[in-house]
């Protein structure tokens, strides 16, 4: 299984600030790699897909890059509703992995 | 754009079997989705369970392939999950799921969750 190291956890940051989470795996998985934010009691919703394609309705602040083994989530100017928790995904075997989570929470 | 409600027992006994339905809203059971099961334990990152298409085919994790069940009711608009056997291992936010897949300039075949419902928490204990 492709093993899928996520960091920092948590992130504290403030309404405003620039964060970014990064995402390492154990081998390559070109760009074949999802970002979701997932909050208690709501359905997870998938904001990026192959590593910086942002999905209809996501807002503009999110961003994502990289491939190979080391990618990035970014949010330019961080909301009051973006405090959340954000999963890396593969897609690049047939057993599609997760990475552990980041938590973005209020400084 | 489909949603997704999961519903079932929120307590299992060891040993037993869980089961979970998926109610589906504002689609076609037929459409070119994958009807899917993740879960998350707590502490821990999600984990994808398996998955149906309309005309039945299945795939599994390898881990829970011999305890995990998808079916689909079209007529009811619903797919479900079995899990035989559970342990306190098996404690976890269960999610249902469609799967869009793609097929990348290499011809890879790739993918993403497209939409979820909102969990449910299955709690196996005595």
Redesign the interface.
């Known amino acids: 299984d492709i093993q899928m190291t996520q960091s920092p956890s948590p992130l504290s940051a403030s309404v405003g600030d620039r964060v970014t989470i990064t995402c390492r795996t154990n081998q390559s998985i070109d760009n074949l790699l999802n970002w979701y934010q997932l909050k208690p009691g709501k359905a997870p919703k998938v904001l990026i897909h192959g590593a910086s394609n942002l999905l209809k309705g996501v807002p503009s602040r999110f961003s994502g890059s990289g491939s190979g083994t080391q990618f990035s989530l970014s949010i330019d100017s961080l909301q009051p509703e973006d405090f959340a928790t954000y999963h890396c995904q593969q897609s690049y075997t047939s057993l599609w992995t997760f990475g552990h989570g980041t938590t973005v929470e209020v400084k | 754009q489909v949603h ?1 409600q999961e519903s079932g027992p929120e307590l299992v006994k060891p040993a037993e079997t869980l089961s979970l339905i998926c109610a589906v809203s504002g689609g076609s059971m037929s459409s070119s989705n994958w009807w899917t099961w993740v879960r ?1 334990a707590p502490g ?5 369970i398996g998955e149906i298409y309309h005309t039945g085919t299945r ?1 599994y ?2 881990s829970l392939s011999s305890r995990a069940t998808i079916s689909v009711d079209k007529s009811k608009k619903q797919f479900s999950l079995r899990l035989t056997s559970v342990t306190a291992a098996d404690t976890a936010v269960y ?1 249902c ?1 469609t799967t869009y897949y793609y097929q ?1 300039l ?1 011809g ?1 075949r ?10 449910t928490l299955v709690t196996v204990s005595s």
Do not use: M, V
């Not at chain 2, 821990?44 to 994808?48: C, D, I, V």
């Not at chain 2, 790739?110 to 969990?119: I, K, L, P, S, T």
């Open positions: 997704l998350q821990k990152g999600p984990e994808w795939n994790s390898p999610y799921a990348t290499s890879r790739a993918g993403f969750f497209d939409q979820w419902g909102q969990g």
